[in-house]
């Protein structure tokens, strides 16, 4: 393995994933990699740059339905399409759909094989994190789904035990979906409430099928849960079970929707949370797996204030050390980014001003976050042969 390689993969063409007037909107990611470059981090030592191709039908295949496939390229020329969840408001068709979504396919799976071939120990696709799409279905803005597909490349490749890591503020349900039966899964969701929030999946009693209980892992939060509740709730159960499923690499979706300035959720995080949850699963990766970790995009509707901010950080926290949360924005990108969103607030530094700290969760339930940690552990530590009530488990 090439010590301390990060693989960053991107091609401007990455923006071609374009669905027009839509909250969806790749000005997020083309800013993130402009700021991330601004910043030197793509300059870093050990960086490499990657330009992906689109997945093809086999990898596709691996995960959707063939006729699925036929379907997504037929809908752009048929005015009249209607069926697989395309041509809605949420998933409208757009010219060229196929190849984009593959190529954001592609483009995770440039990462997952690096990271799998040793070519580097970690790899980041901003891009992708299209945690929704079904085997047949499009939902909730994704079209093809990108982690699924790299998971389902590294268990044909050879991939014995993987852990997925979803911290999007809407569950994770098209890769839970995907692996629900496969022992060899762990896939694990820190989401609000889906009593509240698309896409209405994600309960703590989610656990896995008959042939793979244990293996879905589920921490549905309250509406409001900012830094502190949501990094207690995090590290109350997200290193035990992992540690338990002892996995050789981390997927990650890193959807910086969980911000409090988000327009489409309720979840009061700041990027300062979001850069500390970052920090924790490089750590994670970095104790159970040889630091093995592929990072993905994802969600993120604060197009100017927050996501460029988060992912930056993401790709620092990838490439080498964290940017300090007092770092300033250089001007060129203020300008660019201003250019791009004339009506939104520009930021100025990385931070949001806070200082997120870590409480560990006591044990009890005197709020509304700890009722929701104790019923997850409750539901899949005994699983892991984990004890749900020591908070030392």
Not at 370 to 379: I, Y
Request: charged share 20%; with cysteine; hydrophobic share 45%.
């Amino acid at each position: 393995m090439a010590d301390d390689a990060t693989a960053v993969v991107w091609d401007s063409a990455l923006l071609d994933y374009d669905m027009g007037d839509h909250p969806l909107d790749p000005v997020r990611v083309e800013l993130t990699m402009a700021l991330a470059r601004e910043l030197g981090v793509l300059d870093r030592p050990g960086v490499q740059m990657i330009t992906p191709g689109p997945a093809s039908d086999v990898d596709l295949t691996r995960v959707h339905r063939a006729d699925y496939l036929d379907a997504v390229r037929l809908a752009p020329i048929d005015p009249f399409f209607t069926g697989w969840g395309l041509n809605t408001p949420d998933n409208p068709v757009f010219d060229d759909m196929h190849e984009a979504a593959a190529r954001i396919c592609g483009a995770t799976l440039a990462a997952a094989r690096a990271v799998w071939h040793g070519a580097a120990r970690r790899a980041v696709n901003v891009a992708g994190g299209l945690h929704h799409a079904m085997p047949a279905r499009a939902a909730g803005f994704c079209v093809y789904n990108d982690p699924a597909v790299a998971i389902a490349w590294l268990l044909e490749n050879g991939a014995r035990r993987v852990a997925y890591l979803d911290v999007d503020v809407h569950h994770g349900d098209g890769v839970q979906a995907a692996f629900y039966d496969d022992p060899r899964v762990l896939t694990v969701s820190l989401h609000e409430t889906p009593l509240a929030l698309f896409p209405g999946t994600g309960f703590a009693d989610e656990t896995g099928g008959p042939n793979a209980e244990g293996t879905a892992v589920n921490v549905p939060l309250p509406p409001s849960t900012g830094d502190a509740g949501w990094l207690r709730a995090f590290h109350a159960i997200v290193p035990s079970v992992v540690r338990a499923f002892a996995p050789e690499i981390i997927i990650s979706q890193c959807g910086a929707d969980a911000h409090r300035l988000d327009p489409l959720a309720d979840l009061r995080l700041s990027v300062d949370g979001q850069r500390a949850a970052y920090i924790a699963m490089r750590a994670l990766a970095d104790e159970v797996c040889d630091g093995r970790w592929v990072a993905t995009g994802g969600g993120g509707y604060a197009l100017v204030e927050v996501v460029p901010r988060a992912w930056a950080h993401l790709l620092a926290v990838a490439t080498g050390d964290p940017l300090p949360p007092e770092t300033r924005i250089p001007q060129p990108w203020r300008v660019l980014a201003k250019s791009r969103r004339p009506g939104d607030t520009i930021p100025e530094t990385m931070t949001d001003g806070t200082e997120p700290s870590l409480v560990p969760w006591p044990g009890t339930t005197e709020d509304a976050v700890d009722r929701a940690v104790l019923a997850t552990r409750t539901a899949v530590f005994p699983l892991h042969g984990l004890d749900p009530h020591d908070p030392r488990d």
